[in-house]
């Protein structure tokens, strides 16, 4: 019986400067950093408080940085946490509107990845 999503893979072109976007300007947080092959690593990162893990990683020719990922990220605030995301210099490319089911926003990390950011 499937019991949930270990992690979730997003593409970069340069490792280290993901690195430094996802922890220091979204607060995630290093569960694994190691050697995968002669060209990268095998980088994992934590949300506080979530059990899904998110992956930084260099992949082939058929999944490229830069488009829109297919999953979305929550938080209690959206306008707040795009607020606070905003300050460290994260750029968005919706801002926070309210509709009839709730809260979403748009922003994007240093690979041009674009998320949703959603109430829950």
């Known amino acids: 019986m499937i019991r949930g999503v270990k992690f979730v893979s997003?593409?970069?072109?340069?490792?280290?400067?993901?690195?430094a976007f996802y922890t220091e300007k979204l607060g995630f947080r290093i569960t694994t950093d190691q050697p995968f092959s002669d060209t990268q690593r095998w980088i994992e990162l934590g949300i506080p408080g979530?059990?899904?893990?998110i992956v930084l990683f260099r992949f082939?020719?058929?999944?490229?940085?830069?488009?829109?990922?297919?999953?979305?990220?929550?938080?209690?605030?959206?306008?707040?946490?795009?607020?606070e995301l905003k300050s460290k210099?994260?750029?968005?490319t919706m801002e926070p509107t309210t509709f009839n089911w709730?809260?979403?926003?748009?922003?994007?990390d240093v690979d041009g990845n674009i998320f949703l950011l959603s109430s829950k």
């Open 102 to 108: 709730g809260s979403s926003a748009a922003f994007e």
């Open 10 to 19: 997003i593409p970069v072109a340069d490792q280290n400067r993901a690195l």
């Open 50 to 53: 979530a059990e899904t893990r």
């Open 60 to 83: 082939d020719e058929r999944f490229k940085p830069g488009g829109n990922m297919n999953f979305t990220f929550w938080s209690d605030n959206v306008v707040e946490t795009a607020r």
């Open 89 to 92: 210099g994260v750029h968005f």
